[in-house]
C-alpha cells in the first residue's frame, strides 16, 4: 500500500464548541491565525470546499504549503489548490510516510478526521459566540492532552491558550 501522511488537525474552538458562523470565524484573534501558520507552514494542509471559500481572497491558497481541497464535485475549481473527492485521497496525495499533513477545517471534516488523526492543536477561546452554526468534533477518552498550553490574553483582551493533544494512530 503506498504510504500515506501521518494526520493532525488544527481549529480554534470557543465556549461550547463553537469554531463558526455564518461562513466565518466568529472572532478576531491575530495571536490564533500567526500559531496557526506557524504549526502548518511548509506542511500540506487539507479543507473542505466551505472552509476554501471562506478564505479571504489574499490568502488563498495558503502560501508555503500544499492546499488540497475535499468537494465531490470533481469539477470544482480551487486555483492553485488540488480538489480530491475525499479525506482519505487528500491523505493519500499529501505523501511520505514521515510527513505531516494538517485538517484546517471545517465542522463536516474534522468529524471525518477524527478516526484517522493522531494528533490535535486546539486553540481554546474564553469567549460566548451566540448563534454559532458550526462546531468542533467531541475529544474523545482515547486522547491524552500532552500539552495544556498557559493561559493567554490577546491585544484584543481575549484569553485563550494553545493545546496539544496525541493519540496512538489508527493505521489506515
Ligand atoms: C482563518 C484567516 C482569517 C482572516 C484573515 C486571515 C486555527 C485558524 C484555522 C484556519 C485560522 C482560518 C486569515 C491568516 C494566516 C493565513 C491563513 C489565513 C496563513 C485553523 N487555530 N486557526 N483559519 N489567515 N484551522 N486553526 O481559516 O484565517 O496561515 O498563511
Redesign the pocket.
Known amino acids: 500500500m503506498a504510504a500515506a501522511a501521518r494526520l493532525g488537525?488544527?481549529?480554534?474552538e470557543a465556549i461550547g464548541g463553537a469554531i463558526g458562523r455564518d461562513g466565518d470565524?466568529p472572532w478576531h484573534l491575530p495571536e490564533?491565525?500567526?500559531?496557526?501558520?506557524r504549526?502548518?507552514?511548509g506542511a500540506p494542509v487539507i479543507?473542505g470546499r466551505r472552509?476554501w471559500d471562506?478564505?479571504?481572497g489574499r490568502?488563498r491558497p495558503?502560501?508555503?504549503?500544499a492546499n488540497l481541497v475535499v468537494s465531490r464535485d470533481p469539477a470544482y475549481d480551487a486555483p492553485g489548490a488540488a480538489v480530491v473527492a475525499s479525506l482519505e485521497e487528500a491523505v493519500e496525495r499529501a505523501g511520505a510516510a514521515d510527513a505531516r499533513a494538517?485538517?484546517?477545517?471545517g465542522g463536516q471534516l474534522y468529524r471525518a478526521g477524527m478516526p484517522l488523526a493522531d494528533e490535535l492543536?486546539?486553540?481554546r477561546i474564553d469567549l460566548e459566540v451566540p448563534d454559532a452554526d458550526t462546531f468542533a468534533p467531541g475529544i474523545g477518552p482515547e486522547w491524552t492532552l500532552v500539552d495544556p498550553g498557559e493561559p493567554l490574553e490577546s491585544r484584543s483582551a481575549i484569553r485563550y491558550r494553545f493545546e496539544r493533544w496525541e493519540r496512538v494512530p489508527v493505521s489506515v
Open positions: 488537525m488544527i481549529w480554534a470565524m490564533d491565525l500567526a500559531h496557526f501558520k504549526v502548518t507552514i479543507m472552509t471562506s478564505l479571504p490568502f495558503l502560501p508555503g504549503r494538517w485538517v484546517m477545517g492543536v486546539v486553540t
